[in-house]
Nanobody
């Protein structure tokens, strides 16, 4: 499975961005999908995940109520809508896929990774 993430950019604090991640080379609906991020000088953070049909989602506490993950299995795409962005959301964002029917609980449950897309939030 090949994943390609895009949609990053520069936005002011309080603004919004929508990231997209397109998948190819596999049966997209077989995979739970997730987004991770890595800020400069910091460890990789598991941000959010969605189950294979979208029935279940997970969010790290610091993005709850601001970020929304969704997927369109007909388009082989997962989205991350980010609202009320803060400077601390600045990071490289990665999408990832894990073959399972439930929700992944961490980085080790993801099998495929896309290239990152940079999100910069200015204060």
């Amino acid at each position: 499975v090949q994943l390609q993430a895009f949609g990053g950019g520069l936005v002011q604090a309080g603004g919004s961005l929508r990231l997209s991640c397109s998948a190819s080379g596999g049966t997209f609906s077989n995979y739970a999908m997730g987004w991770f991020r890595q800020a400069p000088g910091k460890e990789l953070e598991f941000v959010t995940a969605i189950s294979w049909r979208g029935a279940s989602t997970y969010y790290v506490d610091r993005v709850k109520g601001r970020f929304t993950i969704s997927r369109d299995n007909a388009k082989n795409t997962v989205y991350l809508q980010m609202n009320s962005l803060k400077p601390e959301d600045t990071a490289v964002y990665y999408c990832a896929a894990g073959m399972m029917y439930g929700l992944p609980s961490g980085v080790n449950e993801f099998d495929y990774w896309g290239q990152g897309t940079m999100v910069t939030v200015s204060s």
